[in-house]
């Protein structure tokens, strides 16, 4: 009687069959909702991982060929007279909303002048490092949320498997080894999201806090010289 009550069992849902695939396809709705949630995660989290790493390669190639070039210029003026005003590098940015203010307040006395450029290079500064730190919210989110999502995925498909040995009045692994199987796989997945999510979060914060350096040191100096 028992070996049949198993057999319905594992034919209703107890495959031997431990693919992801059928993984996700033996769970119930709530871990396969958990399943795709922590899937989207983790690829929005990858799309936002290359791009921010091609952002700060980027950023930190033209922003050294830009400093080269201011300080080899002759003066400020002429450098921002030579610039494109499609310049795409930050600190450039900066510098170009800086100029314009510092000519646009010649007339000014120098005290006047010296503190309103140092707080339009402060409000651009501000502006650029948020642009650049965009979207390190949903890294971090991710890499703190994605294990408990996971886990609950977990807690609720062990429920399940609990249900059916208490239908099935058998605790025979092939009966209990296959809603295990799709419960852990939902934790798996909520480390695989979150283990890069955070790393990548702890990386890229560094290097915008770095790049905030650079930008604090330049914003200093240009002021020490106009």
């Given at each position: ?134 979207h390190f919210t ?10 408990f999502i996971g ?76």
């Amino acid at each position: 009687m028992e070996q049949e009550v198993a057999s319905q069992v594992i034919g209703l849902g107890g495959s031997t069959d431990f693919s992801l695939m059928q993984l996700f396809l033996r769970a119930d709705f709530i871990v396969k909702a958990v399943i795709i949630l922590l899937i989207s995660a983790s690829v929005y989290s990858w799309a936002l991982i290359f791009e921010k790493y091609r952002l700060f390669k980027k950023i930190d190639k033209s922003t050294t060929t830009f400093e080269q070039k201011f300080w080899k210029s002759k003066s400020a003026e002429s450098f921002y007279n030579s610039l494109s005003n499609r310049e795409k590098d930050p600190l450039a940015s900066i510098f170009q909303t800086a100029m314009a203010e510092l000519i646009k307040t010649k007339s000014k006395s120098s005290a006047v002048q010296s503190d309103r450029v140092s707080r339009v290079l402060e409000i651009s500064a501000d502006k650029e490092i948020k642009l650049i730190e965009k979207h390190f919210t949903f890294l971090a989110t991710v890499g703190s949320t994605a294990p408990f999502i996971g886990l609950f995925g977990t807690v609720w498909g062990i429920m399940n498997s609990f249900q059916s040995i208490a239908i099935s009045r058998n605790t025979s692994l092939a009966i209990v080894a296959p809603g295990i199987a799709e419960a852990l796989f939902a934790t798996a997945l909520g480390l695989l999201a979150a283990i890069p999510a955070v790393v990548a979060y702890n990386k890229f914060n560094s290097d915008s806090k770095k790049y905030s350096d650079r930008v604090e040191n330049f914003s200093k100096r240009f002021l020490s010289i106009i």
